[in-house]
């Protein structure tokens, strides 16, 4: 594990930390109150505005998390009987999707920034494909207000940071 306790918790929040090397990115679990790495956010505040918040995680790498997020159901009840937060939901529906393109043949070599080796998906069937990922998600996560002020260049920061 990346971080000595870093426990895969179905009750709590989770979002990917990307890396320059694809490979080396990594969920953060967070929403728990435990953890010792800390991850930023940027939050929208009212129509326009944005807000910064700092949590405390847990960083797993996502062949440690992959098995994980494969059996969760999102949208079964988590261990305390409340529902599978949303983000986990999200992360275990793409985990899935992601399983399938590579079950397919999908998954090919590229180089990436740097001249790094990487993966890409291609090509994608269109009949095949899902109606649309943002649909999926729940009202309060759909990426409307953070993505719009980004288009207006008003937050370089919106991706999570260790």
């Known amino acids: 594990m990346l971080d000595g306790d870093a426990v895969f918790v179905p009750d709590g929040d989770a ?3 990307p890396d320059d090397i ?3 990115g990594v ?5 728990t109150g435990s953890g010792t790495g800390k991850v930023e956010f940027v939050f929208a505040r009212g129509a326009d505005g944005l807000r910064k918040r ?3 995680a847990s960083f797993l790498s996502v062949a440690e998390a992959l098995p ?5 159901e999102p949208n079964a009840t988590g261990p305390a009987g409340s529902a599978v937060r949303p983000t986990l939901g999200v992360w275990a529906a ?3 999707a992601g399983v399938g393109l590579v079950a397919r043949g999908r998954l090919l ?10 993966w890409r998906i291609g090509p994608l069937e269109m009949r095949r494909t899902s109606p649309g990922c943002a649909s999926s998600l729940p009202a309060a996560r759909r990426p409307r207000t953070p993505w719009r002020s980004l288009a207006r260049g008003r937050c370089g920061s919106a991706l999570p940071k260790r």
């Open 94 to 96: 793409a985990a899935t």
């Open 54 to 56: 700092v949590v405390t």
């Open 109 to 118: 070599p590229t180089v990436g920034p740097g001249g790094m080796d990487a």
């Open 68 to 72: 994980e997020l494969l059996s969760i």
């Open 22 to 24: 694809p490979r080396r």
């Open 15 to 17: 979002v990917f930390v």
């Open 27 to 31: 969920f953060a679990l967070w929403g």
